[in-house]
């Protein structure tokens, strides 16, 4: 009987997520996705492919991904946004100040503005850092330390 209840398990927890992973793509395959086919992905009429692209993008990097990720700042999907902000942070690539500032008090998006607020070396950047501190958002302004 525990036989059968050890089969059981491995089928029913751990054979999904084995699948899960082996499917799962790196960076070395991700690289190997040309750009302008990601950029392509993020116009999909299915949302998570969309939002798959933008992920992609983020990693793979270059100015034509990072491009695509802040032209995605001004999409109407709040998980593309946050997608688009989560990738210019990991590639270390902040937008502009003015297109990053109204992401600073969404919901859905602020942690990860402020994160990229953190990585902007300009004084008013830092000044707005700073008085993110002093407001009730100050645990998302903590993600830009």
Do not use: Y
Request: net charge positive; charged share 20%.
């Amino acid at each position: 009987m525990k036989n059968v209840m050890r089969t059981l398990a491995a089928l029913l927890f751990l054979a999904p997520i084995a699948a899960v992973f082996a499917q799962a793509a790196g960076p070395a395959e991700i690289r190997k996705i040309p750009v302008a086919e990601l950029i392509a992905k993020l116009q999909d009429p299915d949302p998570n492919v969309r939002v798959a692209a933008a992920e992609a993008l983020g990693r793979t990097g270059g100015v034509e991904a990072c491009r695509a990720l802040e032209h995605l700042l001004d999409s109407k999907d709040s998980l593309l946004r946050l997608c688009a902000l989560e990738g210019l942070a990991q590639l270390g690539r902040p937008p502009p100040l003015p297109r990053l500032l109204p992401h600073l008090d969404s919901l859905d998006t602020a942690r990860s503005a402020w994160r990229l607020l953190g990585q902007i070396a300009h004084p008013t950047a830092f000044a707005l850092l700073c008085r993110g501190l002093l407001t009730p958002a100050r645990d998302a302004a903590l993600a830009g330390l």
